[in-house]
């Protein structure tokens, strides 16, 4: 395949048409709800992978530019980020190949994934930035007995200004993910609001350390 033609603008569109609910009548509320937060899952029995997972969730205080250069910018992300640690394998225009290995929780085995993840795109009509990822093979990372291997339809991420304040972030996520190993799928969707509420937690302190800083040396 073109490698301009592994992520497509059908793929945008249809982040945003989940982002804006059109689908809602097939999502069903799930985690941990608060601070405004919102988690949702839902089933598709003819997928490849069943479990689909979508959230909201407020980053109040980090300003959408800002939000993006942490999550993508990989060497900052390895400083503020303690439950994935991302390498990037090679790149071309369009994308990133990267190796993830994923902390879902202390009791679990840690996961890995190849994925191939797109270069943030700024969507003018929808004023947001919208980044998305898939599975990919690398033949630098093949599975070892270290990590459960994990498996990704198509995720992607999104990022808007908040209402009436530029220094908040809203982010707007979606995964189709195979986690493997025993977690039942019942478990999935708890398990994965907790972890993000901890990476908006982690993200939020990150700026505080890395942007600070930079402004007082």
């Not at 290995?101 to 943030?120: C, E, F, K, N, Q």
Request: glycine share 4%; with cysteine; hydrophobic share 35%.
């Amino acid at each position: 395949m073109d490698s301009s033609q592994v992520f497509t603008d059908a793929d945008i569109t249809r982040a945003f048409e989940i982002l804006k609910g059109r689908e809602k009548q097939s999502w069903i509320a799930s985690g941990v709800w608060k601070d405004g937060a919102e988690f949702w899952k839902k089933f598709d029995y003819d997928s490849r992978i069943p479990l689909y997972l979508k959230f909201s969730i407020l980053i109040d205080g980090v300003s959408i530019e800002a939000c993006k250069e942490l999550l993508t910018n990989l060497e900052l992300r390895r400083k503020w980020d303690n439950s994935v640690f991302m390498e990037e394998l090679d790149s071309n225009e369009y994308y990133r190949t990267t190796h993830w290995i994923l902390t879902l929780s202390a009791l679990t085995t840690l996961r890995d994934a190849v994925r191939l993840v797109a270069y943030p795109k700024w969507v003018a009509e929808e004023n947001a930035y919208v980044m998305l990822y898939k599975n990919a093979q690398h033949p630098d990372k093949p599975e070892t007995s270290d990590y459960i291997r994990m498996d990704t339809s198509l995720g992607y991420s999104i990022l808007k200004q908040a209402d009436n304040d530029p220094n908040s972030t809203v982010l707007f996520a979606m995964g189709n993910n195979e986690y493997g190993g025993w977690l039942p799928y019942c478990v999935l969707p708890y398990a994965a609001s907790l972890r993000m509420y901890t990476i908006r937690d982690e993200l939020k302190k990150g700026y505080r350390d890395i942007y600070t800083k930079d402004k007082h040396q």
